[in-house]
């Protein structure tokens, strides 16, 4: 069964850098079928898909993040890691990992981690 | 972007009673290619991380109880639990997967 853990700091500043791991065990990075996807919930504005990245390197984002996010895939670590850059309040959220299902249209998530909340504040 | 509507926004049912929960899409989420509706229905109870229920509209995930089921077409989707139990306690989501961004309805409360 695969399991999924984010990790990384829970309070950034404005403007700096937002960068967030996520550990899978049980599952293979390298196999097809699959994305592995960051997804974020904010308390009044529900859940948000940031973006996710395939086994091949190819990456798929929001564009409502407007090209501040990277996603990067370590498959000899299993992990795949996200960075926001210019962060503001709004982006203070329990961010997601989570494992996509691939279609022919699109994803859906089949598997989350806990989540992990970042806080963006002086 | 494919905005879901989800109604209402919390409802309270009592034990063994049933729950209707309704998701609108402003697009069609019908796949042509196989004649399924692109729409995922999850349940996040407090703590937890949003857990799959139903996909492709109707189709229940392994595991998931009978109690749930999933119908709709075009743009009007419906989760139904049959006989409310306290375990069912949580808030349920739709999440559309037709077109990028993959987005997701505002929740639905189930309370009892």
């Known amino acids: 069964q695969v399991q999924l853990q984010e990790s990384g700091p829970g309070l950034v500043k404005p403007s700096q850098t937002l960068s967030l791991t996520c550990s899978v065990s049980?599952?293979?990075?390298?196999?097809?079928?699959?994305?592995w996807s960051w997804i974020r919930q904010h308390p009044l504005k529900g859940l948000e898909w940031i973006g996710h990245?395939?086994?091949?390197?190819?990456?798929y984002f929001n564009p409502s993040l407007k090209g501040r996010v990277t996603i990067s895939l370590d498959t000899s670590k299993s992990q795949f890691s996200l960075k926001i850059n210019s962060v503001t309040a709004a982006d203070t959220a329990l961010y997601y990992c989570?494992?996509?299902?691939?279609?022919?249209?699109?994803?859906?998530?089949?598997?989350w981690g806990q989540g992990t909340l970042v806080t963006v504040s002086p | 972007d494919i905005v879901m509507t989800q109604s209402p926004d919390s409802l309270a049912v009592s034990l063994g009673e049933r729950a209707t929960i309704n998701c609108k899409s402003s697009?069609?989420?019908?796949?042509?290619?196989?004649?399924?509706?692109?729409l995922t229905w999850y349940q996040q109870k407090p703590g937890q991380p949003p857990k799959l229920l139903i996909y492709?509209?109707?189709t229940r995930a392994y595991g998931v109880s009978d109690r749930f089921s999933g119908s709709g077409s075009g743009t009007d989707f419906t989760l139904t639990i049959s006989s409310l139990q306290a375990e069912d306690v949580a808030i349920y989501y739709c999440q559309q997967f037709y077109r990028a961004p993959f987005t997701f309805g505002g929740g639905t409360r189930v309370e009892i």
């Open positions: 990245i395939y086994h091949t390197g190819n990456t």
């Open positions: 697009l069609n989420l019908l796949d042509g290619s196989n004649n399924k509706h692109c």
């Open positions: 989570a494992r996509a299902r691939k279609y022919p249209t699109g994803v859906d998530f089949d598997s």
């Open positions: 049980g599952a293979s990075l390298n196999s097809g079928g699959f994305y």
């Open positions: 492709w509209g109707s």
